[in-house]
């Protein structure tokens, strides 16, 4: 093995094992009232990008952690905070009579 492919497999253990208390707590509590739609869209369209340049490397753990990262850190992070969520008010008619806007 070369340093570079240690330096990226160490790196890559690092790196999940230190998402994986977020991941616990989010799994255990369901509260995930603390990230917003919008970061979690951007987050995602983000990684969807990177994947591009990842996939086009070599394989190597670059792989690894860009697939834990994204397809299970972040997979997780969406269910929960759109499952969060509170449902649209359903929509309700105005009463006989009423002007429109």
Same mark, same amino acid.
């Given at each position: 093995?070369? $340093? *570079?492919? $240690?330096?990226? %497999? #160490?790196?890559?253990?690092? =790196?999940?094992?230190?998402?994986? &208390?977020?991941? +616990?707590?989010?799994? +255990? %509590?369901?509260? #995930?009232?603390? @990230?917003?739609?919008?970061?979690?869209?951007?987050?995602?369209?983000?990684?969807?990008?990177?994947?591009?340049?990842? =996939?086009?490397? *070599?394989?190597? *753990? $670059?792989? !690894?952690?860009?697939? =834990?990262?994204? #397809? #299970?850190?972040? !997979? $997780?992070? +969406?269910?929960?905070?759109?499952?969060? +969520?509170? !449902?649209? *008010?359903?929509?309700? &008619?105005? &009463?006989?009579? !009423?002007? &429109? @806007?």
């Amino acid at each position: 093995m070369d $340093i *570079p492919l $240690i330096a990226g %497999t #160490v790196s890559t253990v690092a =790196f999940a094992v230190s998402n994986l &208390p977020m991941l +616990r707590k989010a799994l +255990r %509590t369901r509260d #995930v009232s603390s @990230y917003s739609l919008t970061s979690m869209a951007i987050i995602n369209a983000a990684n969807a990008v990177y994947s591009l340049y990842v =996939f086009s490397l *070599p394989l190597g *753990p $670059i792989w !690894a952690l860009h697939t =834990f990262y994204y #397809v #299970v850190s972040c !997979a $997780i992070m +969406r269910v929960l905070c759109v499952a969060q +969520r509170p !449902a649209a *008010p359903p929509f309700a &008619p105005s &009463p006989a009579g !009423a002007e &429109p @806007y």
